[in-house]
């Protein structure tokens, strides 16, 4: 049997989304509450470290996967797959499988790191515990070092305040790197740090900025803020952080060599100081979002019911359905699979309304990674399915030469059709209530 024939099916009996191109009205739109999502209270978990399934799996399909099989180790090929099964009282009962995993086999991460740092943007925020503060507060980014730079303003959102919940919409829709920047600023590199190494997940480091070229020295250094009330005065000031925390030396390269500027160097490109998480770290984050009872408390994100609804909203959100940011008005930059590398990889055609992909991916130095929860409304489906690959076949970092498109996203989508498909036939004793995931979007 063809490995497409499941998805193909899927996609021909489904409801296609119909995407808008017009143009946005600059008016507010009134948001339908829905209540918080409540996390299932009797969770069951099944650990499987090591085994074969996806040797055997991944072997039946050699003209889609001998080539990650033969080069596992070449291109850091790293899969987890969590299966779900429930109880009669709905809670989650999780068996993991895996393949290549190894924490100390770096790859780059690039936005996935977003995913933690929206959720310490959030746990903070109850920190503070100060009335009248919260997501939707507005928020001032102001400038006091070098390679700083303010915000007074947003734009993309109805008022034009910037806040808290505007920046992760923004990360979580389309991975925006400057929201990521200003939430990574109100944190301050310390408190992401320490925080995660709190909470037991080991491989995170957290040192830097996207999208700009800093020196290690002004990413430590993180702008002022403050916060206003709406009758513009100031409900909580935080000045400029400098980080003092020491960290271990690490020995993480990549690459046979790099280019700065025009120049080639002819040596591995050093990482050591960049960012760094473990797919499994960014996998268990993700399961403890969605089902928050199956990971220990110690481990969990200090985050209400509502601020949980909030990102599951806005982690299944297509671009063509945001109004602000006005993603709907541009979807030639913004398609609707934009961003869901498992499953879809790189097409730009509708998705299925009856599919829900809540994850976080990342693409850069030529790693693409992907973490996501996967859902069918129709046919009851839920899965968890995360996956990294490095796409560098040259080995030089910095040309813009990487086989995302031949290599990369072909992938990570004939892995989650895979899967998909898998999880048609598979039996379920008890079918899940699945509509706890169901949201009303902006369009």
């Known amino acids: 049997m063809g490995l497409n024939k499941p998805f193909i099916v899927f996609l021909l009996a489904s409801t296609l989304l119909v995407v808008s191109c017009s143009v946005t009205k600059k008016t507010p739109i009134p948001e339908v509450k829905k209540p918080a999502v409540v996390a299932p209270i009797a969770v069951v978990k099944e650990v499987v470290k090591k085994d074969s399934f996806f040797e055997n799996l991944l072997s039946q399909y050699p003209h889609l996967f001998d080539q990650v099989l033969k080069n596992r180790k070449n291109w850091n090929v790293q899969i987890i797959y969590t299966s779900i099964d429930r109880t009669a009282n709905g809670g989650p009962v999780l068996t993991n499988h895996t393949f290549n995993l190894n924490p100390d086999s770096y790859f780059y991460p690039a936005s996935t790191v977003k995913l933690p740092i929206s959720l310490l943007a959030l746990q903070k925020l109850n920190e503070l515990r100060i009335n009248g503060l919260d997501k939707n507060t507005t928020m001032l980014t102001d400038q006091a070092y070098s390679g700083q730079t303010p915000v007074y303003n947003d734009p993309s959102t109805p008022d034009g305040k910037p806040t808290i919940a505007q920046y992760i919409k923004k990360i979580l829709i389309v991975s925006d790197n400057d929201a990521y920047n200003r939430l990574y600023e109100f944190l301050g590199q310390d408190y992401i740090n320490e925080q995660m190494q709190k909470k037991g997940y080991g491989t995170t480091q957290i040192f830097h900025r996207l999208g700009i ?168 489906i839920e899965f968890f399915l995360s996956a990294t690959i490095y796409c560098n076949k040259d080995g030089i970092l910095n040309d813009d030469i990487y086989e995302y498109e031949t290599i990369g996203f072909p992938f990570l989508k004939n892995l989650g059709q895979l899967i998909y498909g898998l999880e048609t036939k598979r039996p379920r004793k008890i079918i899940p209530d699945l509509s706890p995931y169901i949201f009303e979007y902006d369009k």
């Open 213 to 380: 070229a800093l020196s290690a020295d002004q990413n430590r250094h993180t702008n002022p803020v403050k916060f206003l009330s709406p009758s513009g005065s100031t409900l909580y000031s935080q000045p400029m952080q400098s980080a003092s925390r020491k960290f271990s030396l690490r020995k993480d390269s990549l690459g046979k060599g790099f280019y700065s500027g025009s120049q080639l160097i002819k040596q591995p490109m050093d990482f050591s100081t960049k960012n760094k998480i473990g797919l499994e770290d960014l996998h268990n984050i993700l399961i403890g979002l969605v089902f928050p009872n199956s990971v220990s408390l110690a481990k969990r994100f200090n985050i209400n019911a509502e601020d949980r609804t909030f990102m599951l909203k806005n982690m299944s959100q297509l671009p063509t359905e945001s109004i602000f940011p006005p993603h709907s008005a541009d979807t030639a930059t913004y398609w609707p699979a934009y961003g869901k590398f498992l499953l879809l990889g790189s097409q730009k055609g509708l998705i299925p309304k009856n599919i829900r992909i809540f994850n976080k991916e990342g693409d850069a130095y030529g790693q693409l990674t992907d973490v996501a929860y996967i859902v069918d409304f129709n046919k009851k």
